[in-house]
């Protein structure tokens, strides 16, 4: 197993499209982990979700978060990040970073579409500062 660089890490976090697994502190202190689609801002994790989800309700009462990328393929490798949410409620960049993300994962043909969809009022940006980030690779080495 070895550490990854800077530059590996913001590689494998954006040459293809991996879900990320973002865990919230729910209000009596219990864990939820949900997938979510993100893209970077430089080193911050930006996603969206519904003003009234469980992540965005955790968020708003607490706003440590950590998110887990992994390689699920031989000799595996992951990205661990850790850090502070912050909500964006009827931000003007939302119909841009929903369409961002969006063709990270449906591809640019369906990148309008659902970056329309999912910056519809109600939906928020979360932006996720880092505070601490453990990425690993070859672990089955």
Same mark, same amino acid.
């Given at each position: 197993?070895?550490?990854?660089?800077?530059?590996?890490?913001?590689?494998?976090?954006?040459?293809?499209?991996?879900?990320?697994?973002? &865990?919230? #502190?729910?209000?009596? $202190? *219990?864990?939820?982990?949900?997938?979510?689609?993100? /893209? =970077?801002?430089?080193?911050?994790?930006?996603?969206?979700?519904?003003?009234?989800?469980?992540?965005?309700?955790?968020?708003?009462?607490?706003?440590?978060?950590?998110?887990?990328?992994?390689?699920?393929?031989?000799?595996? &490798?992951? #990205?661990?990040?850790? $850090? *502070?949410?912050?909500?964006?409620?009827?931000?003007? /960049? =939302?119909?841009?970073?929903?369409?961002?993300?969006?063709?990270?994962?449906?591809?640019?043909?369906?990148?309008?579409?659902?970056?329309?969809?999912?910056?519809?009022?109600?939906?928020?940006?979360?932006?996720?500062?880092?505070?601490?980030?453990?990425?690993?690779?070859?672990?089955?080495?």
């Amino acid at each position: 197993m070895r550490e990854i660089d800077n530059k590996e890490r913001r590689t494998f976090l954006l040459e293809r499209a991996r879900t990320a697994s973002l &865990a919230t #502190v729910r209000e009596d $202190g *219990r864990p939820h982990v949900a997938p979510v689609w993100f /893209d =970077l801002d430089g080193d911050v994790v930006v996603f969206t979700t519904w003003h009234a989800s469980v992540k965005a309700r955790n968020i708003r009462s607490n706003d440590s978060v950590s998110l887990c990328v992994d390689d699920e393929e031989p000799p595996f &490798a992951f #990205v661990l990040i850790e $850090g *502070r949410a912050r909500l964006g409620e009827e931000d003007p /960049d =939302l119909l841009y970073w929903a369409t961002r993300i969006a063709g990270r994962y449906m591809g640019e043909d369906l990148a309008e579409s659902y970056g329309k969809r999912n910056s519809v009022p109600g939906e928020l940006l979360v932006w996720v500062d880092p505070t601490n980030i453990v990425a690993r690779a070859n672990i089955a080495d």
